[in-house]
């Protein structure tokens, strides 16, 4: 019987390994080749909200140049929309041949709904290693500012109805992938004294945000980092 439980274990074991090795892959950790900063953090002007309204605000931050030695125009990967997309996403499965799109948007999703539930949180341990650090400092600020006003966020996650790569870039050995999240969330934002200052504990509000992820393709470090974000009004 104790031969029985220990292969069981074994298998469990193992399964859990895969797992956890296939969700890092692409939610991102820092790798210390960050690329310097193109725009500063886009902040939206500070507008009072009516309940149900936009649900919960992440700092902006525009997608950062792709670095890297100069390339001919054939040399560069690009696409925004539609047919042009899926040439983007087929060329960069070309550059690097771990990439899988279906895979990926797997990852960014469960990315995409820790990052929120962790700036919701104000958990800076767990974000800290699926951003790179442009973006990690802009959250981190607009957490530290939530805090220093005594707020506090109650949030819930509901569910993603959609996530689409909108576009696919790479030159050099930076890869970009950019992706449209429709979300659900349900958040409401209470002051020191628990009176509710912004959205509505109790309606679920639809969201669409916008994120860019990069990764290093000539990397043997085979994780995406968030390096740019916008919400969708």
Do not use: C
């Not at 030695?69 to 771990?98: H, K, Q, S």
């Not at 945000?209 to 919400?231: C, G, H, Q, Y």
């Amino acid at each position: 019987m104790n031969g029985f439980v220990d292969i069981y274990t074994v298998i469990f074991l193992v399964i859990a390994v895969v797992i956890f090795v296939r969700l890092r892959s692409v939610l991102g950790r820092r790798t210390g080749s960050e690329r310097p900063p193109y725009d500063p953090f886009q902040k939206r002007p500070q507008e009072p909200t009516a309940p149900g309204g936009k649900v919960i605000e992440l700092p902006r931050r525009a997608a950062p140049p792709l670095a890297g030695p100069e390339t001919a125009p054939g040399d560069v990967i690009a696409a925004t929309a539609g047919a042009a997309t899926g040439n983007g996403v087929a060329a960069l499965a070309a550059a690097d041949r771990t990439f899988n799109a279906e895979q990926f948007i797997a990852g960014a999703k469960a990315a995409y709904e820790m990052i929120v539930t962790a700036y919701a949180d104000g958990d800076r341990k767990t974000l800290k290693p699926l951003l790179n650090n442009e973006v990690y400092d802009g959250f981190v600020q607009a957490i530290s500012a939530r805090e220093g006003r005594g707020e506090k966020i109650e949030f819930k996650f509901v569910g993603i109805d959609r996530a689409d790569i909108t576009a696919a870039t790479v030159k050099g050995p930076t890869a970009q992938v950019t992706v449209r999240f429709l979300s659900k969330l349900v958040s409401a934002t209470h002051d020191k004294d628990d009176r509710v200052i912004d959205g509505d504990p109790t309606h679920v509000g639809d969201v669409t945000d916008i994120w860019t992820f990069a990764r290093d393709i000539a990397s043997r470090d085979p994780n995406w980092k968030l390096v740019a974000t916008e919400s969708v009004d």
